[in-house]
Structure formats: structure tokens, C-alpha cells
């Protein structure tokens, strides 16, 4: 199984990025997938969650300006990230428990990150 983040990328400040994350390979079933960032010296933190049936999680201090969505056929979950601001500079990575046959368990697996940096 893999996870391919993409979509990021330079934008100014106020700007707008869409992130896009691709689960592949022999998968049964995905339950929450998930974006994480982390910032330059600081720990990795998790910005959203949505669970299989759709309901979403986000950091408190993110509501509102970013939304995660998710594309079941696709194995593909989305950040869409508004009214960017510098702070929002890090390395998001998506995140999700994967369900395969060949493990025959649930193991939660990362993406390598795309890089999200927002000028001043």
C-alpha cells in the first residue's frame, strides 16, 4: 500500500491550495484518513479526519479555513486550504487505516508529504 500526497506548493498569503492524497495497491477497505502537518522545529499535528462515512474532524485552530473531503471510488482524500496564512507553513503528510487482504488487519500507513509554504 502507498500514499501519494500532492498538490503543494509557494502561495501568498490569503491564497488557496488544494491538496490531494492517493491511497494504492491491494486494498480492502479505508476507514479515517487523515492530514498531519508539521512545521519547521515544531512536532507533527493533525489538522482534519474523515471517517469512511464522511464525518470530519479538524484542529480547532482550522475550522473554517480548511475543509477535507474524501473520493471513496478514488481512495483519495483532499484538503482544501483557504485564507492561507504563514503560519500554515509545513510538510503536510495525509495518513489512514488501510484494511488488506494480504495483512488481513487494519495498519495505519503515511504518505511521504508535500511541501505547503505560504509567503508573507
Known amino acids: 500500500v502507498q500514499l501519494q500526497a500532492s498538490g503543494g506548493g509557494l502561495v501568498q498569503a490569503g491564497g488557496s491550495l488544494r491538496l490531494s492524497c492517493v491511497a494504492s495497491g491491494n486494498i480492502f477497505s479505508i476507514n479515517y484518513m487523515r492530514w498531519y502537518r508539521q512545521a519547521p522545529g515544531k512536532q507533527r499535528e493533525l489538522v482534519a479526519a474523515?471517517?469512511?462515512?464522511?464525518?470530519?474532524d479538524y484542529a480547532d485552530s482550522l475550522k473554517g479555513r480548511f475543509t477535507i473531503s474524501r473520493d471513496n471510488a478514488k481512495n483519495t482524500v483532499y484538503l482544501q486550504m483557504n485564507s492561507l496564512k504563514p503560519e500554515d507553513t509545513a510538510v503536510y503528510y495525509c495518513n489512514a487505516d488501510i484494511y488488506t487482504r494480504s495483512t488481513q488487519k487494519w495498519m495505519d500507513y503515511w504518505g511521504e508529504g508535500t511541501l505547503v509554504t505560504v509567503s508573507s
Open positions: 474523515v471517517a469512511g462515512g464522511g464525518a470530519t
